[in-house]
């Protein structure tokens, strides 16, 4: 009695995938025993080699495809109870989404296509605008927000991909490999922005990343392989060391940096 129970921001249970692709295909069982909790405010990377099914995670979190077996809980909601239409309405107002091809609109410019989720919300006008500024400020391209994708760097193409998903205040942000096209310079500047959000705003963030470098931003880095989670390293020192112990581990692990 009495003891209050916090609401995890994502909470797994006993995850399992199954892809019966074609008829005459043995069924794929990509995630079989996937157990995972975040904590409001973390940045978690998860890591693991090509096809190991880090995309069919997110695509589950995110109510895009549905499990085969376990429990999903993000805010404390399941999200496999909604209907079609409330997990919609869920995504649009409590998640955010960044993708390695940024997924901008060519027809907006920066500014807004990072207003695009709240017009999609009937927001105001003021409010729109207002968000929007504070966002362009904080990721420092408010220089160029009447410019339209193809006139700007990748890295400031996801800057704005990252400020769209930020603007309706998730309560959790999902990125897919968001330096996966950037070189390691700009790789880096995201990284540095996507951690000075997480500290400042707090955010929630959840990124798969092939890079050990990207990954050491981040305050736990979570291994998956062979349908599990294999291991959990949590960050206890500064970026720069736990590059290193990231390093050390892989090195120990198969060496798989390539593998990744
Ligand atoms: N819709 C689908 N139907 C059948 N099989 C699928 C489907 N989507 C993914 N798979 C298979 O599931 C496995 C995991 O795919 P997933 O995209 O989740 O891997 P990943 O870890 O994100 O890989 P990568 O690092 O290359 O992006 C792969 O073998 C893939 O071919
Ligand atoms: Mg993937």
Redesign the pocket.
């Given at each position: 009695m009495g003891r209050k129970v916090i609401d995890l921001t994502l909470r797994v249970e006993g995850l399992g995938?199954v892809?019966?692709?074609h008829k005459d295909s043995y069924p794929?069982e990509?995630?079989k025993d996937i157990n995972m909790e975040l904590e409001e405010g973390e940045f978690v990377a998860l890591m693991?080699?090509?096809?190991?099914?880090?995309?069919?995670?997110?695509?589950i979190f995110a109510g895009l495809?549905i499990p085969t077996k376990g429990l999903v809980e993000i805010d404390g909601c399941d999200i496999s109870k909604y209907s079609e239409d409330e997990i919609n309405a869920f995504r649009r107002q409590k998640l955010g989404f960044v993708f390695q091809d940024f997924n901008l609109l060519d027809s907006l410019t920066l500014q807004q296509n990072i207003m695009l989720p709240m017009i999609l919300e009937n927001r105001s006008y003021k409010e729109m605008e207002d968000k929007s500024m504070d966002l362009l400020n904080q990721l420092d391209i408010s220089d160029i927000k009447g410019k339209y994708p193809y006139q700007v760097s990748g890295g400031e193409k996801q800057r704005a991909a990252i400020g769209r998903a930020l603007i309706n205040n998730p309560v959790l942000i999902f990125a897919?490999?968001p330096t996966g096209n950037l070189d390691s310079k700009a790789s880096r500047s995201i990284m540095e922005y996507l951690g000075k959000l997480n500290r400042e705003l707090k955010c929630t963030i959840l990124m798969?990343t092939?890079s050990p470098e990207c990954a050491s931003y981040c305050s736990k880095v979570l291994f998956?392989k062979d349908g599990r989670i294999d291991l959990e390293l949590i960050r206890t020192s500064n970026q720069k060391l736990f590059y290193n112990d990231l390093l050390s581990y892989l090195a120990d692990n198969g060496g798989g940096i390539d593998e990744?």
């Open positions: 995938k892809y019966k692709s794929t990509v995630l693991g080699p090509s096809g190991s099914g880090k995309t069919t995670c997110l695509n495809d897919d490999e798969v092939h998956i990744l």
